[in-house]
């Protein structure tokens, strides 16, 4: 018989894929006063960030799409992450 309470406290593989910084980093976003600025400067500071965005502005897609698209090309349930980050 499977306890249900461990069961619970395993993690599913999307959620050992993200670790605890890139949670603080959503969490910092969401609470932010200003959290189009917190973007910026990762847009501004890291080249795969600028890469995403250059690529969402010359294509004409949503940061929603191209994200789905993207998770979709590597094999990866975009909702399965977007319920852990939730």
Do not use: C, E, W
Request: aromatic share 4%; charged share 10%; hydrophobic share 40%.
């Amino acid at each position: 018989m499977v306890n249900p309470i461990l069961q619970a406290m395993q993690k599913t593989p999307v959620q050992t894929q993200i670790n605890n910084p890139t949670l603080q980093l959503i969490n910092n976003i969401k609470h932010s006063a200003n959290p189009q600025q917190i973007i910026m400067n990762m847009v501004q500071s890291n080249p795969q960030i600028a890469s995403i965005i250059n690529q969402a502005t010359s294509t004409g897609q949503t940061y929603k799409d191209l994200f789905y698209n993207m998770a979709k090309a590597r094999g990866v349930d975009p909702d399965q992450i977007l319920g852990v980050l939730r």
